[in-house]
């Protein structure tokens, strides 16, 4: 083959992977609220998150690493279940960048977190998980019953 077949060829794959890129996009935004269409949304709303935290000076290094290594994974075309499979396809992104995510939230203020996400805050919320109790008393122990000694 050609050089110029091998070009016309990339150019047409790539022509087509837009172009599913662009029907996925709008099948996405048809979908019924609820939990299948905050899944749909989850991505994008991930990969602005990495760019918005990436560039914020309030967010150590570590957390700048994970998110941008969750960003990277996103983008990448190299994925450990391949993303034309329905439904399953995207899940190794979605749970990297989850994980990249709970772990930029333990180093994180909650609030630019908050602020960063584009999405739902619900959301990023359920992602997260409870915020952390600094300042708060300890809870409170119960004493043990005494254990009895068989004889």
């Known amino acids: 083959m050609a050089l110029r077949d091998w070009a016309v060829a990339a150019a ?5 992977l837009v172009a599913s890129w662009a029907l996925l996009i709008l099948l996405a935004r048809r979908l019924p ?3 299948l269409r905050e899944v749909a949304g989850f991505v994008p709303d991930c990969v602005t998150a ?3 935290l990436r560039r914020d000076p309030r967010v150590p290094r570590r957390a700048k690493v994970a998110v941008l290594v969750a960003g990277l994974w996103v983008a990448s075309p190299v994925d450990l279940i391949p993303d034309f499979l329905p439904v399953v396809g995207a899940l190794d992104d979605l749970v990297v960048v989850a994980l990249a995510l709970r772990y930029a939230g333990r180093r994180v203020p909650r609030e630019v977190l908050l602020a960063a996400w584009p999405g739902e805050p619900q959301l990023i919320e359920r992602l997260l998980g409870t915020p952390s109790t600094q300042g708060c008393p300890a ?3 119960r004493p043990r019953p005494a254990l009895r000694r068989r004889r």
């Open 50 to 52: 990495v760019r918005r």
């Open 33 to 35: 609220p609820g939990v």
């Open 12 to 16: 047409g794959a790539v022509g087509l």
């Open 139 to 141: 809870p409170v122990s």
